[in-house]
């Protein structure tokens, strides 16, 4: 006979094998049927795999050092150390979640003889402001954060949202429009060294570059669909002639019906533009609308408010959701903003000729960023050094 106790333990280790997707066909099945027992359930797995999920991922990134030593390292070092560092640093993250069956066991023993909702300890919520874990992170529409990561139980609890994907983890929201009362929104944030891709309730696929949010609501409305964008975001709208589809940013507003573009709107650059790869688009700027054809790209530039028009190769603007930033006679001070939102390093020019000096190139997301320092070296005469955190150019 099964002791209560023992059942907790066992409801709290397929929590736990959730949080580190290790759970086999027969595991998921047991706890998908303790999750329909009862909302009180739900209620309880969706508060820890919230707090317990992002926060351990999270903390597993304490030292932070140790990843911007290894970029100094690596710049005299084989990429082959680069990987053994990778497995090791990964053997960590699991003796970091090792303790947690015990630590849930006691919070779902708890939960049951109070009869009140988890709150978890004050050091979660600490950690969560302090550490990133590179991995996109979800506001709900309550103030709730929670990882969004591989195979993602908690998320799938949600109402509307589905986790799917083996390698790689994809919200699908759904959701009928002819429902749908008040709008509640979501918010998606991506950080550094992270992109991700995701499907809005109307079929709308969105991918979104490192350090980047969008807001939107869980389940459109029968009216006009609108988003609001910072970052970098590619969008595939779903056609839809009664709803048209918009993105805001802090500078101007996007309207479709149904296409393909590209829109770069971050707040760290004094230009926004949109890139428009097929379909249609109109941009409104001030009290201006702009009219985009395929290959065409508006560029605002926010310090002058001046627009301008012009063709361009949709692929090397789009080229990041594919895993390549393509620089073609950029300066490397432009091409800088890029690598310090996507390496989360800063890059210090201590001349103005090495911020001016042009760069064409291919930068693959999956190399580290001494391969860059180290091509860069051997292309020029700039003298490059690691300190800390920081990308010193001479």
Not at 9 to 28: C, H
Not at 148 to 154: F, H, Y
Request: with cysteine; charged share 25%.
């Amino acid at each position: 006979m099964v002791t209560k106790e023992r059942e907790l333990f066992d409801i709290s280790d397929l929590i736990v094998k959730s949080l580190l997707d290790e759970l086999s066909d027969d595991e998921r099945l047991r706890l998908e049927g303790w999750l329909a027992e009862s909302d009180q359930h739900r209620r309880l797995f969706t508060e820890i795999c919230s707090e317990i999920n992002l926060s351990e991922q999270r903390r597993v990134y304490v030292d932070s050092s140790s990843e911007k030593a290894f970029l100094r390292f690596m710049m005299v070092k084989k990429q082959r150390e680069d990987k053994k560092f990778r497995r090791r640093f990964s053997v960590f993250k699991y003796a970091a979640l090792f303790a947690l069956p015990l630590l849930l066991a006691g919070v779902v023993w708890w939960f049951y003889h109070s009869g009140e909702e988890v709150v978890m300890p004050p050091s979660y919520a600490e950690t969560l402001e302090q550490f990133s874990s590179y991995q996109p992170v979800l506001t709900l529409e309550d103030g709730r954060e929670m990882v969004v990561d591989k195979d993602n139980s908690a998320l799938n609890a949600l109402k509307g949202i589905t986790v799917s994907g083996k390698q790689e983890a994809a919200l699908i929201y759904s959701g009928d429009p002819t429902q749908t009362v008040d709008l509640v929104y979501h918010v998606l944030s991506t950080p550094a060294q992270c992109d991700y891709h995701f499907t809005l309730s109307d079929g709308t696929k969105v991918w979104m570059n490192a350090q980047s949010t969008l807001k939107y609501p869980v389940a459109f409305g029968p009216g006009e669909r609108t988003v609001y964008a910072s970052g970098e975001i590619y969008l595939e709208v779903a056609q839809d002639s009664l709803r048209p589809f918009y993105v805001v940013t802090d500078d101007l507003k996007v309207k479709v019906l149904g296409t393909a573009f590209n829109v770069s709107a971050y707040q760290d650059e004094d230009f926004v533009t949109v890139t428009l790869v097929r379909g249609k688009v109109a941009a409104y700027v001030n009290d201006a609308i702009y009219q985009l054809l395929p290959s065409k790209q508006l560029y605002f530039d926010l310090p002058n408010k001046e627009v301008q028009l012009h063709a361009v190769n949709v692929n090397d603007y789009i080229a990041w959701k594919n895993g390549q930033y393509v620089f073609k006679g950029q300066t490397l001070g432009k091409v800088a903003k890029v690598l310090q939102r996507w390496y989360d390093v800063e890059i210090i020019f201590e001349s103005q000729s090495s911020r001016e000096v042009i760069f064409t190139g291919v930068i693959n997301k999956e190399e580290p960023l001494s391969e860059f320092v180290e091509r860069l070296f051997l292309s020029s005469s700039l003298d490059c050094r690691m300190e800390e955190n920081r990308l010193y150019i001479k």
